[in-house]
């Protein structure tokens, strides 16, 4: 009873410490809430007005690991980051009209991994976790269960109808998001062939750097990170040429990078590997673009160099400005990647950081873009054992305390926690007492319930965003893999073309939904 009282002390003291909870001063008038509502009502009566004009342009943006907790706790940092208590902010995803839930198990996992998912959004079919680019027939490692089971991708099928199309990531170009696009592959590891079984090099099986250039050899923008397995093993790095781990690893002697630079050479091409060099082109020049900025991963935006590595917003303006030079329209798939991997290193602030960042990506192709032509989605794979809670009150920093301790071990604790993962700690067998270290530091891996050396996915559903031509398909619960279907189908490539034959602009429904019914009657008659 004693500590219980001292407890609640406590936290009442920590409560005033704080001052009243600070809020605009407008918020206290119910007009105010009325007004807004009222105003948000009239904005999205307006939608019943469908936008079902073609899609000229595709653009999907992928956060890997931006669960719907990332997503808030992003938001909140955007808005502090701009002087604002944060909760009221919205972010650029926000703006968008549509929204759904995907549901994102593999076939064979209720937890997914990125590589199954990514063949989901991206090849239109569910997949097995660990494997990119073929159906669930495949067996993760099992080289001889990939033929026959590939299975292609909303980019190569904008590619065929004429679009130019292109990848823009944070992380390694042949890692498992951007590697579905491309690749058909049962180990989602197989960067190079240094990383694979002799086995599976002799029953024929390529490696994903290899696949980039020679599946679909026309991809007209790629930039991210992954040199080092572009080039013959032990070849020093052209940015950091004394550290061995950085060194290309191809065992097959090719130098990926010259071969494609001597395939489009005359056919304006450019290579280049830092910032300098790639603001240096000129967009109206240059019809094909490698831009590889790291030998693995780019770094989090936190850490990066802003002289030498471009951001994620960066790259995505040059790739528009190339991409939508061909009158035919694009298709460019953009990753925040890195969302994933300080989740998984359990340090939040890094996450939440490069969640913005994309946030900021988002802003700036809505700048170069029309919604009446361009239908841009936003999603992620999965999300992660993410979250945040305690109480906080309005404005308080997402890094930072519950204003209570907890009534079990008396000690405080961050309002972001982890289900699991490296932020499990005992000092002197007892939970660390956060209030002793930096719980602000960039690299501090917040408190997890469950010690891993590296935290784990979650299973829950993500949102999906929408908006531009068709968007309004993107509605209520579905399957992930339903995501590059309503794209294909807005933008008349793949599959299910017969609804295009309208003359005047628009995607025409009408002939699709009169052989579906055609084919209820049917099934009827059958029946």
């Known amino acids: 009873m004693k500590v219980t009282a001292l407890l609640i002390i406590c936290s009442c003291l920590m409560l005033g410490s704080l001052g009243k909870p600070q809020f605009p001063e407008q918020e206290k008038d119910p007009k105010y809430w009325n007004t807004w509502a009222q105003h948000t009502l009239k904005n999205a009566l307006t939608l019943q007005n469908l936008n079902k004009n073609k899609a000229k342009n595709l653009i999907l943006f992928l956060g890997d690991g931006m669960g719907v907790p990332t997503v808030t706790a992003a938001r909140i940092l955007k808005g502090q980051l701009n002087g604002q208590s944060g909760e009221e902010t919205v972010?650029?995803?926000?703006?968008?009209?549509?929204?759904?839930?995907?549901?994102?198990?593999?076939?064979?996992?209720?937890?997914?991994?990125?590589?199954?998912?990514?063949?989901?959004?991206?090849?239109?079919?569910?997949?097995?976790?660990?494997?990119?680019?073929?159906?669930?027939?495949?067996?993760?490692?099992?080289?001889?269960?990939?033929?026959?089971?590939?299975?292609?991708?909303?980019?190569?099928?904008?590619?065929?109808?004429?679009?130019?199309?292109?990848?823009?990531?944070?992380?390694?170009?042949?890692?498992?998001?951007?590697?579905?696009?491309?690749?058909?592959?049962?180990?989602?590891?197989?960067?190079?062939?240094?990383?694979?079984p002799a086995e599976a090099l002799k029953d024929g099986c390529k490696d994903i750097a290899r696949q980039l250039f020679e599946n679909i050899p026309n991809i007209d923008v790629i930039l991210g990170g992954g040199r080092k397995y572009m080039y013959p093993k032990n070849t020093s790095d052209v940015e950091y040429p004394d550290i061995p781990k950085h060194s290309g690893t191809r065992k097959d002697g090719r130098n990926l990078v010259q071969e494609w630079t001597?395939?489009?050479?005359?056919?304006?091409?450019?290579?280049?590997?830092?910032?300098?060099?790639?603001?240096?082109?000129?967009?109206?020049?240059?019809?094909?673009?490698?831009?590889?900025?790291?030998?693995?991963?780019?770094?989090?935006?936190?850490?990066?160099?802003r002289n030498t590595d471009p951001s994620l917003t960066e790259m995505v303006e040059v790739a528009i400005k190339i991409l939508k030079k061909n009158p035919s329209g694009f298709y460019l798939l953009v990753e925040?990647?890195?969302?994933?991997?300080?989740?998984?290193?359990?340090?939040?602030?890094?996450?939440?950081?490069?969640?913005?960042?994309?946030?900021?990506?988002?802003?700036?192709?809505?700048?170069?873009?029309?919604?009446?032509?361009?239908?841009?989605?936003?999603?992620?794979?999965?999300?992660h054992v993410f979250n945040f809670g305690g109480y906080t009150v309005r404005g308080n920093t997402i890094f930072g305390l519950a204003p209570m301790l907890s009534d079990i071990d008396q000690k405080p604790f961050t309002s972001i926690i982890y289900g699991n993962g490296p932020g499990y700690k005992l000092v002197n067998g007892a939970r660390e007492n956060v209030s002793t270290i930096d719980y602000q530091d960039n690299n501090y891996q917040a408190q997890a319930a469950v010690p891993l050396s590296m935290e784990t996915h979650g299973g829950e559903d993500v949102a999906v965003f929408a908006k531009g031509p068709l968007a309004h398909l993107l509605h209520g619960v579905h399957e992930q893999n339903y995501i590059?279907?309503?794209?294909?189908?807005?933008?008349?490539?793949g599959q299910n073309r017969e609804h295009c034959m309208s003359s005047n602009g628009s995607a025409d429904l009408r002939p699709v939904l009169s052989s579906v019914a055609a084919l209820l009657t049917v099934t009827r008659l059958l029946c």
Request: glycine content about 6%.
């Open 91 to 196: 972010l650029e995803m926000d703006k968008f009209p549509f929204v759904s839930l995907a549901k994102t198990y593999n076939t064979n996992a209720q937890v997914p991994d990125s590589a199954g998912t990514a063949t989901a959004y991206l090849c239109g079919v569910k997949a097995n976790e660990g494997t990119v680019g073929v159906s669930a027939a495949a067996v993760r490692s099992q080289c001889n269960s990939t033929q026959g089971n590939e299975v292609t991708s909303i980019l190569k099928w904008a590619k065929e109808a004429g679009k130019s199309v292109g990848i823009v990531t944070t992380t390694r170009v042949n890692h498992a998001t951007p590697s579905a696009a491309y690749a058909h592959s049962v180990d989602r590891d197989w960067y190079s062939d240094n990383e694979m």
């Open 262 to 305: 001597d395939r489009v050479k005359d056919k304006k091409g450019h290579y280049v590997w830092n910032k300098k060099q790639l603001f240096s082109l000129n967009p109206n020049s240059v019809d094909y673009l490698l831009g590889l900025f790291e030998p693995v991963d780019l770094p989090y935006d936190l850490e990066r160099n």
């Open 336 to 383: 925040g990647g890195r969302i994933d991997h300080g989740h998984h290193e359990g340090k939040a602030k890094q996450a939440l950081h490069e969640a913005v960042e994309m946030d900021r990506a988002i802003g700036r192709a809505d700048l170069m873009t029309s919604i009446h032509d361009t239908l841009t989605i936003v999603t992620a794979d999965h999300s």
């Open 484 to 493: 590059p279907h309503v794209m294909a189908y807005a933008a008349c490539i």
